[in-house]
């Protein structure tokens, strides 16, 4: 009964983040050519975001007994 909500929590946690870099992406990519003005700090939490998800997605391929 815990693994399935641990699943649940660190899947909606990953899908979050991932939607979150992909909105900083979206943002950088704009104003970096439309404004002239890239979004401070964005490839650092871009690598943050990036080692979060290494982090919460790595339990839920070893408890689904999965490949990464």
């Not at 979060?52 to 490949?67: C, I, K, Q, W, Y």
């Amino acid at each position: 009964i815990y693994v399935a909500w641990l699943e649940g929590t660190l899947g909606v946690a990953a899908a979050a983040i991932l939607f979150a870099m992909m909105l900083i992406t979206v943002v950088d990519v704009v104003g970096r050519y439309l404004f002239d003005s890239p979004l401070p700090a964005g490839y650092e939490l871009i690598q943050f975001g990036m080692a979060s998800m290494v982090f919460l997605v790595l339990p839920l391929v070893t408890a689904r007994g999965e490949n990464v």
